[in-house]
């Protein structure tokens, strides 16, 4: 654990808070979707398929109906039953009405909701920013009440408080003024706080154009979308930070 004091001897530290992304952030969302449609297509999808594909597909998200929900332009319910329908097209599932979207979520929520757990660092990395003195909150891009239940799940409610989702301004990232609600309700300057997220568009690179640090965490294995090397070498010039995990967050942002 980080001494609070640490510091003391090093001039003022350069940030006061840093703010998270929850999915494939701080919780595993990659393997908790993997267990989540290892049971729909159990249920569901023709018994040839790659359960691999079936992930890269849900995960890409061709059709952008998540996006067209965080800019208010769908409603939760509409663009999962479309992604769903997408993938039964795809895997060779049924088209799902209603009736049958609905028994279909609720395969797919319970094995989702089930898996939910915090990367392996997570709990450690947050633990050494608090005594380091900072204010830590969240950040998503999916409802207040539905990532405070994910938090609680995986073991970091008690420490990373849930701030901004899509439903407190009706729009999410990466629209500036959310990154700017939660410095507010997190008690931080912008251009004082970090903002760490697995997306480089939609987290790293939207909040350096809110203010905030960026931090891009590039997992390994593979993204959800391709990010091509040019565009991570514009996102460093534009001061994005690149890590592979939350392990040496503090050092890349000057806290240790």
Not at 15 to 32: H, N, P
Not at 105 to 124: I, K, M, Q, R, Y
Not at 125 to 151: F, H, M, P
Not at 203 to 229: H, M, S
């Amino acid at each position: 654990m980080t001494d609070p004091n640490a510091r003391a001897d090093r001039g003022p530290r350069p940030l006061d808070g840093v703010l998270f992304d929850i999915d494939d952030t701080l919780v595993d969302t990659r393997a908790a979707f993997a267990a989540a449609l290892a049971q729909v297509a159990a249920r569901y999808l023709d018994a040839d398929h790659d359960p691999a594909e079936v992930l890269a597909t849900w995960r890409a998200d061709a059709g952008g109906h998540y996006a067209r929900y965080t800019r208010g332009e769908l409603d939760y319910r509409t663009q999962r039953m479309r992604r769903a329908n997408e993938l039964h097209a795809a895997f060779g599932g049924i088209e799902l009405d209603d009736e049958a979207y609905d028994a279909w979520d609720t395969v797919f929520e319970t094995g989702f909701s089930a898996a939910w757990s915090a990367h392996p660092e997570a709990l450690d990395v947050v633990e050494d920013l608090l005594a380091a003195g900072l204010a830590v909150g969240a950040l998503s891009n999916a409802g207040v009440a539905y990532q405070t239940g994910k938090l609680e799940r995986a073991g970091l409610a008690h420490r990373v408080p849930m701030l901004v989702g899509v439903d407190t301004l009706g729009v999410g990232k990466p629209a500036p003024e959310v990154f700017l609600e939660a410095c507010r309700r997190l008690g931080t300057e912008p251009s004082r706080t970090a903002y760490v997220g697995d997306e480089l568009d939609v987290d790293a690179r939207a909040a350096v154009a809110a203010g905030l640090v960026g931090v891009w965490v590039d997992r390994p294995g593979p993204r959800r979308v391709e990010v091509p090397a040019e565009d991570v070498a514009a996102a460093r010039a534009a001061g994005v930070h690149v890590v592979t995990s939350l392990v040496g967050l503090g050092r890349v942002l000057g806290l240790g």
